[in-house]
């Protein structure tokens, strides 16, 4: 394969066929114009966007956000948190992960609360005031499961100005495993590692496949 990265995958493909289309297959955060400009000019698309608006249009490939929750709240509970809740914004992703995070910690027998906070203003200053009246409210200690690490890093330094310890009153663990909000943190935050590279194998195949002329899949592949 000769691999182009485009970031306006969308506005690269012409509007109708031509001799000059410039990729055999594409994998991309499908957008709707990206969708219907390679559909007129019957291109592959693999779309790797959970919240794509066209995802039932095109073949996916994402991550298993059921076995990411299960395994987040495994691991709190085997270090022994008997209360446990969520921080989680309200994308479709992230309630799905929450909610199998919660599913695994009820059958476990415990209760875990459910913190939203808005998608689009998590970073505002509302957002963290938010976050700070709730974590007040809190029994401690807490097994707690934060949608995104960015979101996560805001939380610990919300403990700390509050004089809760972490782990100790407040064991955080992420989903996506991100180098900088993870590692410059005090003490450092546990994230899952979600897996974008066997996400990344799995659409490469599945991609090769439809350049070769098989049918979509009819489910999305959840690696």
């Not at 401690?140 to 939380?155: I, R, S, T």
Request: some cysteine; overall charge neutral; proline content about 6%.
């Amino acid at each position: 394969w000769d691999l182009i990265i485009d970031d306006a995958a969308d506005e690269t493909l012409p509007t109708r066929r031509t001799k000059n289309i410039p990729y055999d297959g594409v994998i991309a955060r499908a957008t709707r114009k990206l969708s219907s400009r390679a559909n007129r000019l019957s291109i592959p698309v693999v779309n790797v966007w959970y919240g794509s608006p066209c995802r039932d249009e095109l073949p996916g490939v994402f991550r298993d956000h059921a076995e990411i929750g299960r395994l987040c709240a495994d691991h709190l509970l085997s270090r022994g948190n008997v209360r446990f809740a969520c921080i989680t914004t309200s994308a479709e992703a992230h309630l799905e992960v929450c909610e199998s995070f919660r599913a695994t910690v009820v059958e476990a027998g415990f209760p875990c609360l459910i913190k939203r906070v808005p998608s689009r203003t998590y970073r505002s200053q509302k957002a963290r005031q938010s976050i700070t009246e709730w974590l007040q409210e809190c029994d401690f200690p807490l097994g707690l499961y934060v949608c995104a690490d960015e979101v996560a890093h805001l939380v610990a330094q919300t403990c700390k100005q509050l004089g809760y310890r972490v782990p100790e009153d407040v064991a955080i663990i992420g989903s996506a495993n991100e180098i900088v909000f993870c590692e410059y943190c005090r003490p450092k935050l546990s994230s899952l590692d979600p897996g974008y590279e066997n996400i990344g194998r799995a659409s490469a195949r599945l991609l090769h496949r439809l350049m070769q002329g098989e049918p979509p899949p009819t489910e999305f592949a959840m690696v």
